[in-house]
């Protein structure tokens, strides 16, 4: 057990630097999300499909061959990334992925109906989205922000394999030295349980209280 | 580079097959345990129902690559060695099962109340019922969700390089170390699994689609 | 008991948590009667006819089906009891609950292959001559959604019929049919009373009731309030509540508060 208390400090030092780039991929992800879906929606055929293959791409390659492409990949053009800023830049673009099609859902599923109210109330476009299907927009897309959210959480995990020193990352040395991978291992899933779970019943509780208020 | 390509493909071939091995076991797996899943989630018993939602809780929150390096290292430790592949499959297998599990639940929810009562008023046992009234139409109601946890899996595959097996992520980051062109492999790499990614959700969504077509 | 009663019915009471969805209801119902249960909505009707064939438990009382015999609040029935009573009583739906993903034709035929053992030609014969029977022979192969309400309802009855039952369980058979479509149900309904099959309905139509039913019950606010021959019940209910729902029903237009004139039933307007 010494061996918890010896590693619990670096391991919560691990979590806050997984948990800071999640919290500015996600925040700059979700703007260009918006910005990116509406574009999909209103900015005609070719923007569409720009948006589409790019969410296709993000869709379709995996998580690592991802990081690894823009990691080591841009090496080769003696673009030099540091293992922080590559893994938040992957993060980002990542979630810019998921977050047009989020928000593309959302808006479509509000703009069905209340589209035409707007219009027929003489509202241009813009005003329409900002003023009444945004608003609703939110609330239907709550649950699915909140798996966004812990999906990049969970991402996070890949950036140890670049050199980033989050919790993975720190395991991997504990175990290293410690050679008690069930320990180390061990604590990594508690962390990033307690940080999901968390987070999961953050959103609830969230969901819950917008409900309740509408 | 597309002779750097030719001469590295037979290596991605091999490491494709190897994905796709880890996939299938990885699915047969996540299928069996997850209807397992299921049966004590919606069943009697209440233990059974709380330990089937704590593991789909759990499992869920935590990230594939922490299961991978649990099963290899890990269990490893406590005396239970398992090779890479087979870490790789049990890993993969237990974190989709959750998935999955909660899939099967929702197909089976879909289904309306009547078709129970009307399979149970024309006498038919529970299993008959099970068999040709609930699953069939529970199993169509799967299918997307399915099918989109299935591409995913093929894409977390990618994970299992990490203790040591040859798959494609494997081969594309020891051609892209032998090469010291990361990009153009990583690029080859990517082509292969951007080919599964779309065939199976092309193949598959036109399959969903003719079933819906001859049944309306 | 007579072995002329088909269902014999006791004291049946259900409750739903806290609430009582029927309390203490009787009714016999011999062999080749029919009989209609009528009522305002929320009486319970549907849950009343549906523990005739166990569909939902109940909490006390009992009832005798075919010989078999169900028991209130005690441990629910042993299966061969069960599919043995589901095997001779068929039960048609007020949402048809076809089943989707097979063709008129398969769902005929699914009762008899799989309660039945029946060999797949038998049952594809049998399904074929039911469906024929009610002018649908020719849309056996369409899946349930390309088929009207109508057509699917008059499936959902060949598919009852196709086990042989003794006793047919109607619940609200046309109350989800276009109007146009309720007359070709009911001809089908007509035509098994009239071949002295036993039929217990829950209808909300009351001319149809006077003109088939033997026997009517009205039932409102979880009780039986009045049973007796169709046509004395429909058109000289004895009781206030009989008389109250019957008046709405068939004078909608009638002014509240106006005397309660002895009910008019069709044919003989002024």
């Known amino acids: 057990m010494h061996y918890v208390a010896l590693y619990w400090a670096v391991m919560a030092r691990g979590g806050a630097l997984d948990l800071e780039m999640t919290a500015i991929a996600v925040a700059i992800s979700v703007v260009v999300g918006v910005l990116a879906a509406i574009g999909k929606l209103y900015g005609g055929k070719l923007l569409a499909a720009i948006i589409t293959g790019y969410v296709e791409v993000i869709r379709g390659l995996p998580p690592i061959l991802q990081l690894f492409i823009i990691y080591f990949g841009l090496s080769q053009f003696q673009i030099n990334l540091s293992p922080f800023a590559a893994g938040l830049l992957w993060l980002i673009l990542y979630g810019i992925g998921y977050a047009v099609e989020i928000f593309r859902a959302g808006i479509a599923a509000v703009a069905e109906g209340q589209g035409e109210a707007a219009d027929a109330l003489g509202m241009t476009r813009a005003q329409g989205l900002r003023r009444v299907i945004l608003p609703q927009a939110w609330v239907i897309m709550l649950p699915s922000l909140m798996t966004f959210l812990v999906l990049q959480v969970k991402n996070t995990t890949l950036l140890y394999l670049v050199g980033v020193a989050d919790i993975m990352y720190q395991a991997r040395l504990g175990t290293s030295a410690t050679e008690q991978p069930a320990i180390m291992y061990g604590m990594a899933a508690v962390a990033y349980l307690v940080i999901n779970l968390t987070l999961s019943r953050l959103g609830g509780v969230l969901e819950r209280r917008v409900e309740a208020s509408r | 580079m597309l002779q750097l390509w030719q001469q590295y493909l037979p290596d991605f071939f091999a490491g494709v097959v190897v994905s796709l091995e880890v996939t299938g076991a990885a699915l047969v797996l996540a299928l069996a345990l997850g209807a397992l899943l299921v049966t004590a989630r919606t069943g009697r018993v209440r233990v059974l129902r709380s330990l089937a939602v704590g593991y789909i809780e759990i499992f869920r929150a935590i990230p594939v690559l922490v299961l991978v390096f649990m099963a290899y290292y890990s269990l490893g430790q406590v005396g239970i060695r398992l090779p890479g592949f087979w870490a790789g499959v049990v890993a993969l297998g237990a974190f989709y099962a959750a998935l999955y599990s909660e899939d099967m639940r929702s197909g089976l929810q879909s289904v309306d109340r009547g078709q129970r009562e009307a399979a149970q008023a024309l006498g038919m046992t529970n299993g008959a019922m099970m068999r040709r009234v609930i699953l069939p139409q529970a199993l169509l109601a799967f299918l997307p969700p399915g099918t989109n946890e299935l591409s995913n899996l093929i894409k977390d595959t990618s994970l299992v390089f990490t203790i040591g097996v040859a798959d494609l992520m494997f081969q594309a980051n020891q051609a892209s170390a032998a090469t010291f062109q990361p990009m153009d492999m990583f690029v080859l790499a990517g082509l292969f699994y951007f080919a599964f990614y779309i065939l199976i959700s092309r193949i598959l969504a036109r399959w969903e689609l003719n079933v819906q077509r001859r049944r309306s | ?270």
């Open chain 3, 1 to 270: 008991m007579s072995s002329d009663v088909a269902v014999d019915i006791q004291h049946l009471t259900k409750r739903f948590g806290p609430r009582t969805v029927f309390e203490d209801i009787s009714l016999q119902v011999k062999r080749s009667e029919v009989v209609a249960i009528i009522g305002p909505s929320g009486a319970g009707k549907s849950t009343f006819i549906r523990c005739i064939n166990y569909l939902h438990p109940f909490d006390e009382g009992r009832i005798r089906v075919l010989g078999r015999e169900l028991v209130g609040g005690a441990a629910p029935p042993s299966k061969a009891v069960l599919r043995e009573i589901r095997t001779h009583v068929g039960m048609a739906f007020q949402t048809f609950n076809l089943f989707p993903h097979l063709t008129a034709l398969g769902n005929v035929m699914l009762g008899p292959m799989e309660a039945k053992r029946m060999p797949r030609a038998e049952a594809q014969d049998k399904a074929m001559a039911l469906l024929t029977a009610v002018g649908l022979a020719e849309r056996a192969n369409a899946y349930p959604r390309r088929l009207s309400g109508g057509e699917q309802q008059r499936v959902a009855i060949c598919r009852a019929l196709a086990m042989d039952p003794e006793v047919m369980l109607f619940d609200e058979p046309t109350s989800m049919l276009d109007p146009e479509m309720v007359g070709e149900v009911l001809e089908a309904i007509r035509r098994l009373a009239g071949q002295g099959m036993t039929l217990i309905l829950v209808t909300h139509e009351m001319m149809f009731a006077k003109e088939v039913a033997n026997t009517v019950v009205v039932m409102a606010d979880g009780r039986l309030v009045e049973q007796g021959p169709a046509r004395e019940v429909l058109e000289h209910p004895q009781t206030d509540r009989a008389r109250t729902f019957l008046n709405r029903v068939l004078k909608p237009l009638a002014a509240e508060g106006s005397p309660l004139a002895p009910v008019s039933l069709g044919g003989d307007h002024p």
